[in-house]
């Protein structure tokens, strides 16, 4: 069975940074395109960013274009995402999962493949 399994989160001030990590067992991530979710209580997950199974194309919710940053190392076979300058509308659970990339008539945007893959997430509380 597999599971994603998220880390890194944390409590930090506004303007902090973290850097969050994603690997799975049995899941090669560099076989998919991956996306970093999030999602807090009473409402819907929603896409931060995604990147490409080639690894040549990422994409950003406008909310953190800027301040995050999505990477791979297909070595370490894990996910990661780079949080800069954090804002307490930050404050999360946030998930990876590997995802498919459709295009759409407002861009790019990257739907969870599985549902059974969901790990517990790692959650980023930004203070102000």
């Known amino acids: 069975q597999v599971q994603m399994l998220e880390s890194g989160g944390g409590s930090v001030q506004a303007g902090g940074s973290l850097t969050l990590s994603c690997t799975a067992s049995?899941?090669?991530?560099?076989?998919?395109?991956m996306g970093w979710y999030r999602q807090t209580p009473g409402k819907e997950r929603e896409v931060v960013s995604f990147l490409t199974r080639s690894g040549r194309n990422t994409g950003y919710a406008d909310s953190v274009k800027g301040r995050f940053a999505i990477s791979r190392d297909n070595a370490k076979n894990t996910l990661y995402l780079q949080m800069n300058n954090l804002k307490p509308e930050d404050t999360a659970m946030y998930y990876c999962a590997p995802c498919g990339v459709m295009e759409t008539t407002t861009g790019r945007r990257c739907d969870p493949l599985f549902p059974s893959y969901w790990g517990r997430g790692t959650q980023v509380t930004v203070s102000s």
């Open positions: 049995e899941l090669p991530l560099d076989d998919y395109s």
